[in-house]
């Protein structure tokens, strides 16, 4: 497949899974905005405005890991109970172009949640060229091991069922108990090193970095990316290596 | 002829079966190019798995296949380029109208919008699916899904076509134009292979048949070839009474409302044609149908496994 044609079939992917199905229902829309609209709501109240900061930060980086849950049950139900992926491999689609274009297409859910958080990013005054870097830097790589993640985990459910499973726990591992919506300083001393083996514990470390909401030395702005990147590439490795595509 | 699939000694046990239960025994068929070949055995008998390993879904345990001359342990890419599918209880996105699952399909396997276009019109004319193209899939009955899939994929450019049971839930008139589709197809030297459980489409279609049971090859060869390769080729029913002592001379007999069925060797049916008429009876004689050599090859292999394992 040429490389013309790889771009065609990765904007056909956006096109088919994230513009069409919100023509026939529009709250695909609302749907990732739901979860940390609801945690930046709670914290809020909660803190009396004092930690909405990280209610903002956090419901970034909780919006991109819903990026993934997502695409975990779109691609276990097209699997499955359509066999649409079954009719993506007998075509010269390749996985990494199938897997690419289907996580866009879930992007395109995830913008209006985006929209809302960075507009309260701006308002709330923490936007300047440099926290704006590493936002994206932060959400892109997050993003991207969501989906290499998720495409993994597609490839070996049975069930969509198993996906409703196993979401939640994502989300609590990845999400609530790893200091996204809170200072890593706040943990006592061996949930702080539990909470290393979580790559958002960096995610979420560089953008309250960025914003001035814990401090963040050069050296370790350097070492949360490079921890950072390093979770990302091992997980698409994972998903080249162990995802099935072809059924063992 | 170059072979368009190719098996030698194929093999396929399912993780987590026993070896002894496997979906594919030492397969080894031979599949033309631009002919239409059809998979034929019951439920379970590894039709599917068959094509889900030439299609490049599925790994094959041991034994060799190629597709258009490519392997599908080394050169799936190569292969793919050159397929198309309709899986087994597939279905088309819910959200799609029927005009999108065809164009946005040919437009995922790289083709220009406009040939896109041209050729889901095309398919969509062809297989009377114009008046629905706006239509959901959603609100489409489980024959016209059916039918859209099977646009979808002859409107491809792929040089073979796996279709795996793609006329269930067909009514008659569809069927018969998804099956003058896939002929004009194999005019235009596609190869289709085609599994199905209805014998008189895989009769009507097929130039070549091949009937798997229990993951072995039982038989195979063009229809007429088929029926000749069968114990007894011709099958007469006879009306009303007759002795049925006399009639089990000419054959295997099985007794039929208000009279018998008895399978029998050409030349021997003309003499029962001849003393039935005689004594006044009502009788029709033909070649033995798909349909028969079905019955017969199957039930003489059930009643082998039966034997085996009362034995072991």
């Known amino acids: 497949m040429s490389e013309r044609n790889r771009l065609r079939s990765l904007f056909t992917l956006v096109w088919l899974n994230g513009l069409i199905p919100i023509r026939t229902q529009p709250l695909f829309l609302v749907n990732l905005l739901a979860s940390p609209l609801s945690f930046l709501f709670f914290i809020t109240i909660v803190s009396g405005g004092r930690l909405l900061a990280y209610g903002i930060t956090g419901g970034m980086i909780l919006t991109m890991l819903s990026v993934g849950t997502g695409l975990q049950s779109d691609l276990t139900h097209y699997r499955h109970d359509l066999k649409f992926q079954d009719i993506v491999v007998a075509s010269p689609v390749e996985a990494p172009v199938y897997v690419a274009g289907m996580a866009l297409s879930e992007l395109v859910y995830s913008l209006p949640g985006l929209a809302v958080f960075v507009a309260l990013f701006v308002v709330k005054g923490y936007a300047t060229v440099e926290s704006l870097a590493v936002l994206t830097g932060t959400l892109v790589l997050v993003w991207g091991f969501a989906s290499a993640l998720a495409f993994t985990l597609a490839t070996y459910f049975q069930d969509v069922r198993e996906t409703f499973l196993f979401s939640p726990l994502i989300s609590l591992v990845l999400t609530v108990l790893p200091p996204v919506y809170y200072p890593l300083s706040v943990l006592p001393g061996w949930a702080q090193f539990v909470a290393h083996f979580s790559p958002t514990t960096y995610a979420a470390g560089l953008v309250q970095g960025a914003v001035g909401l814990a401090p963040l030395s050069f050296v370790g702005a350097a070492v949360d990316w490079g921890v950072l990147v390093g979770f990302t590439a091992g997980l698409f490795l994972l998903a080249a290596l162990k995802a099935r595509w072809k059924e063992p | ?312």
């Open chain 2, 1 to 312: 002829m170059t072979s368009a699939v190719l098996a030698q000694d194929l093999r396929k046990v399912y993780p987590g079966s026993s070896s002894g239960s496997a979906a594919l025994e030492k397969l080894t068929l031979e599949v033309p190019t631009g002919r239409v070949y059809g998979l034929i055995g019951r439920n379970g008998a590894g039709k599917t798995t068959f094509v889900r390993i030439a299609a490049t879904q599925l790994e094959p345990t041991s034994g060799e296949l190629t597709v258009l001359g490519y392997d599908v342990r080394r050169e799936e890419r190569a292969i793919r380029a050159r397929i198309a599918c309709v899986p087994q209880e597939s279905r088309p996105l819910y959200f799609l109208n029927v005009e999108e699952v065809v164009y946005l399909y040919l437009k995922l396997r790289g083709l220009d919008p406009p040939e896109a276009r041209r050729r889901t019109r095309d398919a969509l004319e062809e297989l009377s699916l114009t008046e629905y193209r706006r239509r959901m899939v959603s609100r489409l009955s489980g024959g016209l899904r059916r039918r859209t899939l099977c646009a979808m994929v002859l409107a491809s450019d792929a040089d073979v076509l796996f279709l795996d049971e793609p006329t269930t839930g067909l009514d008659p008139l569809a069927r018969r134009e998804v099956w003058e589709a896939i002929r004009r197809a194999s005019r235009e030297q596609r190869t289709i292979i085609l599994t199905t459980h209805y014998l008189d489409e895989a009769e009507a279609l097929s130039t070549r048949l091949a009937l798997v049971e229990r993951g072995r090859l039982m038989l195979e060869g063009s229809p007429a070839e088929l029926r000749a390769r069968v114990r007894y080729p011709y099958r007469v029913t006879v009306q009303g009474s007759y002795p049925r002592e006399e009639l089990e001379s000419y054959g295997q007999v099985s007794e039929i409302e208000g009279g018998y069925l008895v399978f029998t060797r050409e030349a021997e049916a003309r003499d029962l044609a001849k003393r039935a008429l005689e004594r006044g009876l009502r009788l029709s004689m033909g070649p033995v149908s798909l349909e028969d050599i079905f019955l017969d090859v199957v039930g003489k292999s059930i009643e082998e496994n039966s034997v085996e394992e009362a034995e072991s």
